[in-house]
């Protein structure tokens, strides 16, 4: 389905099935406008990946017509790929935070970088087990790796404000979603929390 303004306007598709002689095996072409074995166009994912910047799951679901659960996978599955793998490289600065989410998950650690305001890593639990990044394995084999990350206020002074603000925007993530089951889908949102300007495009 493909929204224009309120109207919803669906989009039926003849799509031959090609039968191969040799093997026996049954086979769909591929559409250059929509991804295998998905009742959605690549258009409509990227406008439901749009509304979900500036609403809830809840409302573009509304607005779209498409189920709940179709519109967090689609927004899942953006955010998977957006934050697949983090580039350490050039972090010089990090800050380490516990959030609490509540009698059941209890807490969560975040690793921020300090100098981009980046959450580049989010463990389940809180000490060291939730801390499993290679930037962190290294630093605990030789208490002088920490030594810079120790006296960084010492000698650079920089503030941890900025984690202090994800800690906050975190609890506002948990209060609008009245929590979230999904424990992957809820570090993607945590990552995805420094963007903090949107706009609409396509």
Not at 1 to 7: A, I, T
Not at 67 to 88: A, N, P
Not at 104 to 120: F, P, Q, S
Request: some cysteine; charged content about 30%.
């Amino acid at each position: 389905m493909l929204p224009v303004g309120r109207r919803k306007v669906e989009l039926v598709v003849n799509i031959p099935r090609l039968y191969c002689k040799d093997c026996g095996a049954i086979r769909q072409p591929h559409l250059a406008f929509a991804d295998p074995k998905k009742h959605y166009t690549r258009s409509l994912e990227r406008f439901v990946v749009d509304l979900c910047r500036i609403m809830s799951i809840q409302d573009a679901a509304e607005l779209t017509g498409l189920g709940w659960d179709t519109v967090k996978e689609i927004h899942k599955r953006h955010l998977r790929r957006k934050y697949k793998s983090f580039d350490l490289k050039k972090v010089r600065y990090i800050a380490i935070d516990e959030v609490y989410l509540g009698k059941k998950r209890k807490y969560i650690t975040i690793v921020l970088d300090l100098l981009t305001g980046r959450v580049i890593h989010v463990g389940r639990g809180k000490g060291k087990d939730a801390l499993r990044i290679r930037i962190l394995k290294d630093a605990a084999r030789k208490l002088s790796v920490w030594k810079p990350f120790i006296l960084n206020w010492h000698k650079h002074r920089i503030s941890t404000g900025k984690l202090e603000v994800i800690n906050s925007k975190i609890g506002t993530l948990q209060r609008n979603a009245y929590g979230y089951r999904d424990d992957e889908y809820l570090k993607l949102r945590i990552f995805n929390l420094h963007r903090s300007t949107y706009a609409l495009i396509g």
